[in-house]
């Protein structure tokens, strides 16, 4: 068949991440994880002791990264100058200030770029073999693949996606952990929202709101709207 492409954008907690590898796998498509660029981005900025409040740096630090990124569902992959930085990305040290690097514009416009690239391997064949692929982000709805065939905006109250969070990082979602998660969650997404819209759908874009399902609820009510184009 042709290929598919299928672009989903929600806040931080929304569980993105968690619902597009498993539709990713089912259908046989790539899986492309932009906020891991985004992350590995700043691992590098870190490693070459780059000043993050230097915005011609970061902008230059993140034009020379040499990343490669795996989009296999199943385990996607990220490796930075050989060294594979797919733990070292999820860590506090990364999360609390990804922000700095993902809200300098030309940082954004080379992501984005290659973010495309990876897009466009897809479509000709790639790892999916020309099935297609499932990006998740803040702006791929918008500004990365607005033409994508399915574009989705994945939310959940902040309740709900703040003990989520909690649940990931801390094992339990008990007041304690939600208030050490907020601010991870709400000022992250309120720093990234000043240069992309993530919390509002876009013209076209179909909003799953996943506060009261559960995972495979919301897996399949994003199934449902995909397998209408495959
Ligand atoms: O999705 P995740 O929480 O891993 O994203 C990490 C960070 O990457 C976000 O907080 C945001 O700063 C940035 N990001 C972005 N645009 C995207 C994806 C992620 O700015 N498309």
């Known amino acids: ?13 929304s569980g993105k991440s968690s619902v597009c590898r498993r539709v990713a796998s089912r259908r046989g498509l790539a ?14 900025c870190l490693e ?3 000043d ?17 990124v795996g989009v296999d569902p199943a385990g996607p992959t990220f490796h930075v100058d050989g060294t594979d930085v797919g733990e070292a990305i999820r860590g506090s040290a990364i999360s609390t200030v990804v922000s700095r690097v993902a809200t300098n514009l030309r940082a954004r416009a080379e992501l984005g770029d290659r973010q495309r690239h990876l897009i466009a391997v897809e479509r000709d064949g790639g790892f ?61 997404d ?9 919390l509002t759908a876009a013209d076209g874009v179909v909003t799953v709101d996943s506060s009261t399902l559960d995972l495979e609820e919301t897996v399949e009510a ?9």
């Not at 891991?36 to 590098?44: I, L």
């Not at 011609?56 to 490669?68: C, F, I, T, Y």
């Not at 309120?190 to 993530?198: A, G, I, L, Q, W």
């Not at 994003?222 to 495959?230: F, G, H, K, M, Q």
Request: charge should be negative; hydrophobic fraction near 45%; aromatic fraction near 4%.
């Open 52 to 68: 993050l409040d230097d915005g011609d740096a970061v902008a230059e630090a993140v034009r020379s990264m040499p990343l490669v």
């Open 31 to 44: 899986y492309l994880d932009t906020g891991a660029m985004y992350r590995a981005a700043t691992w590098w």
């Open 1 to 13: 068949g042709t290929p598919v492409v299928v672009a989903v954008d929600g806040p931080s907690g």
């Open 128 to 188: 999916s073999g020309g099935r297609g692929v499932v990006a998740e982000g803040r702006d791929i709805t918008t500004v990365i693949a607005p033409d994508a065939d399915v574009r989705l905006l994945l939310t959940a109250s902040e309740e709900v996606r703040l003990a989520r969070r909690a649940t990931e990082l801390h094992g339990q979602a008990g007041a304690a952990a939600v208030e050490a998660t907020r601010d991870q969650v709400v000022r992250r």
């Open 190 to 198: 309120r720093e990234d929202s000043t240069v992309v819209d993530f």
């Open 222 to 230: 994003v199934l449902a709207v995909v397998d209408e184009v495959l």
């Open 48 to 50: 070459q002791g780059v």
